[in-house]
């Protein structure tokens, strides 16, 4: 079945570090791929997502680009503020059997500190 | 602009005892779902439904019943509660793949 992979946290940064968290994922044909993040006390909302191979995903900073070969979307951000500070959930959802349910990652808590 | 509301967003429970958490959406997505969080396990999908009348188990589904009626609502049951079901409920509506997830309500059973 489809699976999705990402590194474990929690990851700790200074301000205006550079942030990569590592994403790969096991899924038959062309899935969707997304980037939630999910603020203390507050549910997960989208942060990005792409739908094919080569698309980038944007959003306050943050890119991913869908790797087929690699099968992976890590999520990057240039300079991390403080504000940055959640946890970050990779997820895919199949394209095939018409399947509706996304699988997610375990989650990736960040901590950035002044 | 509601999108996904839960109710309600703490409770208390004993153990043996029942309670509904509600969940409505108002974006007319067929797809509805409930996950559980707890720390260190990531969200654990309970239960789902692919439109009214349809539902089907997750990952997790012991314990808990839901129902889905009307487009609008997915109510999760816990039918007789146990300390194992303390934890951050989310529900969540999908169109497209992408997720609309609801604050959340935390549950805790002494």
């Known amino acids: 079945g489809d699976s999705v992979t990402q590194m474990e946290g929690p990851v700790t940064l200074s301000e205006e570090a550079f942030l990569t968290i590592n994403c790969t994922y096991t899924?038959?044909?062309?899935?969707?791929l997304f980037w939630y993040v999910q603020y203390p006390g507050e549910g997960l909302q989208l942060l990005l997502k792409?739908?094919?191979?080569?698309d980038k995903g944007s959003n306050k900073g943050f890119e991913a680009t869908y790797r087929k070969e690699t099968t992976s979307f890590h999520l990057e951000k240039g300079s991390v503020q403080v504000s940055d500070s959640a946890v970050y959930f990779c997820?895919?959802?199949?394209?095939?059997?018409?399947?509706?349910?996304?699988?997610f990652g375990r989650g990736t808590s960040l901590i950035v500190h002044p | 602009n509601a999108g996904v509301t839960q109710t309600p967003k703490f409770q208390v429970l004993k153990t043996g005892q029942s309670m509904t958490l509600q969940c409505a959406q108002d974006?007319?997505?067929?797809?509805m779902s409930w996950y559980r969080q707890d720390p260190g396990m990531g969200l654990r999908l309970i239960h789902y439904?692919?439109?009214?009348?349809?539902?089907d188990q997750g990952e997790v589904p012991n314990g808990y019943n839901v129902s889905r009626s009307t487009t609008e609502d997915f109510p999760l049951r816990l039918l007789s509660a146990a300390p194992s079901q303390t934890s951050v409920y989310f529900c969540?509506?999908?169109?497209?793949?992408?997720?609309?997830f609801g604050e959340g309500s935390r549950l805790t059973v002494l």
């Open positions: 997820a895919l959802r199949g394209s095939s059997g018409g399947s509706y349910i996304p699988t």
């Open positions: 899924a038959t044909g062309y899935p969707s």
């Open positions: 792409a739908t094919k191979a080569d």
């Open positions: 439904s692919v439109g009214a009348g349809i539902t």
């Open positions: 974006m007319n997505h067929e797809y």
């Open positions: 969540a509506s999908s169109y497209l793949g992408e997720l609309f």
